[in-house]
């Protein structure tokens, strides 16, 4: 602080100030710009009325940001989430005791003055002409709420946060002529609701609502004269007088509100002394903001839900104009979140896998028809502490999964023959399938044919696996070299374009590239709700929709309710629906007696497929009924385990397949989501089966790991619980799609920039 002079007289800094406040604030006050009741009065004051004349008066009220709430198809609340934790109430809502306490410990001639208190305001020149400083404002609640616009309007931007609090005498002349616009526009009781609404009460509370409920978990309308001081005393300081961690001087600030109430008039004498007496009476409810607060484990979801509205144009031409919406807040958003679907899902997964295990699984549901997101659900909770994850295993990237997803193995060969069916293959097709062979070349593209110039192979699980096979059969024990022969059979073109149809693609957002090891045998990445849509076109007979969260959106401002739009799944036809029968058929197959048998369910119609990657480091299933679609992946998110001699969930494998960990996982949770709900039928064709007398080596080592060559080139697939492909990497099959390494060696940034906030990485 600047020093006096020897002499006693002010340093020149306090006479600059002095002469700064005398000129400017008692000039233009004088000149009677803002008497109570009468307003401007038009005298002129040279030099420092026309400067403040040239101030704007035109104070732009945003919007209140206020929380959002976030439900599922219910109504019932998922979570709460907000930039600032506040809900808008009207003056009558909130107690008569509570807007007395504010006016008279804030501004006791509030209903007398105008814009400016003008005793106020000449008490204060001279208090801060005396100290050189300005260390009293002689603030109205109107100059108070200015203030508190230009707080909110700022958001989290710091500086400018720091230039709406800065204590000068420019900025209180701005507030000074903003407060007289207001007066003149808003009225004393609007001022008064809009004051007690934007404030700042600690504790993350920022409005009298808000706080009521923080402090004593009740509605404003409803506070008493006690807590009302309470709450009137927080907001000069709400850090030094916050009750909940200075009980004693909380408790003095009280008072001191309800011996001024009794000053003005507001209460009597006695009833300020029976206030004095009484306890805080605190009945804190803690802050619960925020998608890891989700209720039913649907923390997940309800980040997915987040990220949708970031990054729909629906909701904003830019990301920035995205953003500004959803920390306005005062949205009201039911989701598709099925409570009993999302129950069923985080039930089974942690009966399956524990949180600690080496390995993670992730599982989402959709609606087949409606494109409906019905449960989303992963092992590793949402969270940034040991065991926990903010990556969302299920979704791509862009929505805050891994960069690439997860290598899919034989989960991908439905696709294939869904293209080999739409080419006018017959379901009976059959291919010599030996155990092991040379990948076929040339194979066609769309554009320059594969080449096999590297000498790639491919082989089943056991040698004993030896066709002819017809599809239904291969498709059952998922036969490598079958598929990798219809490939060559049709092309990569038209499986390219089934997958285009069916908008599967790798959890970055890119095409799949067109080599063997990519559409025949799932070597590249993709996530869960991918899969599950994808399956859901199957079970729709046919028609692909795109994955929805939001059902509706109500958003509230000010007083007023209005309905945004939101995005709506579109559906398109991918496959004819004699092609999508004829893939349920040769599915209902795979749970009736294939690879999938664990994962069957035996109370309705369903079928699936599952997928195993090579070294194990993957496994999936991905299953369907006419009404549910679901896919569970279970794997290392860093793709570093390989799940052999492991225990998962408690229970040891040998070897982890696709039928025997997400294959049960899938099983229990949809169990459970469709318990009392209908069960309609497949519309299943006739598929005859092979020559049931030939032996083709039955597979009689089930278990049996062959293992692989490591110093090969890592492949995609493990053939699905019985083969793996030898030596083929996404990126060396020599198509000019690259060299990305996601059939086995993964890049070291797998996870990069593909979360919300620091800590919680796998």
Request: charged share 25%; aromatic share 6%; glycine share 12%.
């Amino acid at each position: 602080m600047p020093k006096k002079r020897s002499g006693g007289g002010l340093s020149p800094t306090q006479q600059a100030a002095k002469f700064l406040g005398v000129s400017v604030l008692a000039g233009a006050v004088l000149a009677g710009i803002a008497m109570p009741a009468v307003g401007a009065l038009g005298l002129a004051a040279k030099g420092s009325v026309e400067g403040f004349d040239a101030l704007p008066a035109n104070l732009k009220t945003p919007p209140l940001s206020q929380r959002t709430t976030i439900l599922d198809t219910k109504g019932d609340t998922i979570a709460t989430v907000y930039s600032r934790d506040r809900t808008v109430v009207d003056l009558k809502n909130i107690s008569p005791y509570m807007q007395k306490a504010i006016v008279a410990i804030e501004d006791s001639r509030f209903y007398e003055h105008g814009a400016i208190d003008l005793k106020g305001v000449l008490r204060a020149l001279n208090k801060n002409a005396r100290s050189g400083e300005v260390s009293e404002g002689a603030s109205t609640l109107t100059q108070q709420y200015v203030k508190n616009v230009f707080v909110e309007e700022a958001g989290d931007d710091p500086t400018k946060v720091a230039q709406a609090t800065q204590q000068t005498i420019g900025r209180k002349i701005q507030e000074l002529k903003l407060a007289i616009q207001v007066e003149e526009e808003l009225g004393k009781k609007k001022i008064l609701e809009n004051y007690l609404n934007i404030t700042f009460f600690g504790q993350q509370a920022y409005g009298v609502e808000a706080a009521s409920q923080r402090y004593f978990s009740k509605h404003a309308k409803d506070l008493n004269i006690q807590e009302s001081a309470l709450l009137a005393g927080i907001v000069q300081s709400p850090s030094r007088y916050d009750p909940v961690n200075d009980e004693a001087e909380a408790t003095k600030r009280r008072n001191t509100v309800l011996t001024r109430m009794a000053q003005v008039g507001d209460i009597s004498q006695a009833e300020a002394a029976e206030a004095k007496q009484a306890p805080l009476g605190l009945k804190v409810s803690k802050p619960n903001n925020g998608c890891i607060t989700a209720v039913n484990s649907a923390s997940f979801f309800c980040d997915y839900v987040r990220e949708v509205f970031l990054s729909d144009p629906v909701f904003g031409k830019t990301r920035k104009d995205r953003s500004k919406v959803w920390n306005q807040g005062g949205l009201t958003i039911r989701t598709t979140l099925d409570p009993q679907a999302q129950e069923s899902v985080n039930d089974s997964l942690k009966n399956h896998v524990y949180k600690a295990d080496s390995v993670a699984a992730a599982l989402t549901m959709v609606e087949p028809g409606t494109g409906r997101i019905v449960g989303m659900g992963q092992s590793k909770p949402y969270g940034y502490g040991k065991d926990e994850t903010e990556y969302n295993y299920s979704v791509d990237a862009a929505y805050g999964g891994s960069n690439y997803g997860f290598p899919t193995g034989s989960t991908f060969k439905p696709f294939l023959a869904a293209a080999a069916l739409e080419e006018n293959v017959p379901a009976t097709k059959e291919y010599s399938s030996p155990y092991d062979m040379d990948y076929p070349s040339p194979i066609q593209t769309c554009d320059k044919p594969w080449i096999n110039d590297s000498g790639y192979r491919v082989e089943n699980e056991n040698e004993s696996e030896v066709g002819p096979y017809r599809l239904k059969e291969a498709m059952a024990k998922s036969v490598n070299t079958y598929f990798v022969q219809m490939l060559s059979d049709i092309g990569l073109c038209p499986v390219s374009t089934m997958a285009d149809k069916l908008h599967v693609h790798q959890g970055n957002g890119d095409k799949l590239p067109q080599n063997p090891s990519a559409l025949a045998l799932g070597s590249v990445g993709m996530s869960p709700l991918t899969m599950a849509s994808a399956y859901a076109t199957f079970a729709s007979r046919g028609m692909y929709c795109t994955p929805v969260a939001i059902e509706s959106i109500t958003q509230k401002v000010g007083g007023e309710q209005k309905s945004l739009e939101v995005p709506k799944s579109t559906c398109s036809r991918a496959m004819s629906e004699k092609t999508a029968d004829s893939v349920n058929t040769l599915l209902r197959g795979v749970v009736d007696s294939g690879t999938g048998k664990e994962a069957g369910l035996s109370d309705r119609d369903n079928a699936g497929k599952t997928g195993t990657t090579d070294e194990r480091k993957n496994a999936w299933f991905v299953g369907y009924t006419p009404n549910m679609s679901g896919a569970v992946w279970v794997g290392s998110a860093t793709q570093k385990v390989e799940m052999k001699n492991i225990t998962i969930g408690g229970v040891h494998h040998d070897l982890v397949f696709g039928g025997a960990v997400p294959g049960p996982i899938w099983k229990d949770a949809m169990t459970g989501a469709l318990s009392g709900k209908d069960a309609p039928s497949f519309n299943l064709v006739d598929i005859p089966d092979g020559d049931k007398n030939k032996d083709k080596g039955k597979n009689k080592n089930k278990d049996k790991d062959k293992g692989r060559d490591d110093n090969k080139p890592a492949g995609g697939d493990n053939g699905d619980d019985e083969g793996f492909i030898a030596g083929l990497s996404d990126g060396g099959a020599g198509n000019g799609n690259g060299g990305s390494d996601n059939g086995g060696g993964f890049p070291g940034n797998w996870f990069q920039g593909a979360g919300n906030g620091p800590g919680g990485r796998d």
